[in-house]
C-alpha cells in the first residue's frame, strides 16, 4: 500500500506542477512514453479517438501500475516477460510514431 501511495503523490505532483517529461526536458527528444500524459487527460474527457492518438498505447498505464500494486515485490514467474514484452511495445510504438 506504501507504493500506491507514493504512486498517487507523484502522479498528482505531476498533474498539479505540470511538469513536463524529463527526458524531452533535457534531451529535447520524445521518449516511449511521450504523449501518455495528454492521452489520459484526453480519456478523463471521454475523448478515447483524442487518447489514442496522443498515445495508443495509453490503457496499458492501469495495468502496470496494478502489477506493481498487487505484485508488491515483483515476484511472480512471468516478470521477466512482462517487463520485456512491455518494452518491445513501447518501442516499436514509439519507432511507428516517429516515423
Not at 505540470?18 to 495528454?38: E, K, N, T, W, Y
Not at 496494478?66 to 511495445?89: S, T
Amino acid at each position: 500500500m506504501k507504493r500506491l501511495g507514493l504512486f498517487l503523490v507523484v502522479l498528482a505532483g505531476f498533474l498539479l506542477l505540470d511538469l513536463q517529461c524529463p527526458i524531452s526536458f533535457f534531451f529535447h527528444v520524445s521518449c516511449p512514453a511521450c504523449g501518455m500524459c495528454r492521452a489520459w487527460l484526453a480519456a478523463l474527457n471521454l475523448d478515447f479517438a483524442g487518447a489514442f492518438a496522443y498515445h495508443p498505447l495509453f490503457l496499458l498505464g492501469p495495468v502496470v501500475a496494478g502489477l506493481v500494486v498487487v505484485y508488491d515485490d515483483w515476484k511472480f514467474k512471468g516478470k521477466d516477460w512482462v517487463c520485456a514484452g512491455l518494452g518491445i511495445l513501447f518501442l516499436v510504438s514509439h519507432l511507428l510514431r516517429s516515423f
